[in-house]
Each structure stands twice: as C-alpha cells, then as structure tokens.
C-alpha cells in the first residue's frame, strides 16, 4: 500500500461495498482490507496529532469553522476549544 493514495483506496473499498451489483465475496474483501487499513492508519482526529500538518492552515481552519454559519454549535465548540489548547485565541 506504500505506493498508493490510501484515501483513494478506502474510498473504493467503501464504493464497492455500498454497490448493490458486486457480489458478497467481493464485498467481503473489502471489508478485510478496510479492517487491515484501519489497523495500520490513525486519522488526524483519532489520533490528535498535527504531525505533518501546516499549523497556520490548521488554525485557519478552525477560525473559519467559528465563523461559518452552517457549521454546528458543537462543531463551533470543539474548535474554540482547540485554538485556545493551541494558544491561537
């Protein structure tokens, strides 16, 4: 899996298991691989880390998120909460 875009890969997995046409063997394999890819991958919001990630594009983020009137009140909370843990409020 180190060669490819593991996001393309969930994606299809996931398309193929909501396909009513792919038969049951084929979506049982999917559901392996997608069982061994959450083994070996921790999202971002799993994990809480911003390894690899710009900070200023994750502060960004969460002002807009503050910002946006189509984003929810708990969703507007989590995000104050983590610019004041990343000193950004």
Known sequence: MDTKNTGNVIGGHKANI?????????KKHSREVLDDIGDETMSSKQSGSMEGKNP??????????????NVSKEAKEHAEKALEDMGAK
């Open 56 to 69: 200023g594009n994750v502060i960004g983020g969460y002002k807009a998120t503050t910002k946006n009137p």
């Open 18 to 26: 909501a396909n009513p046409h792919t038969s049951e063997e084929a």
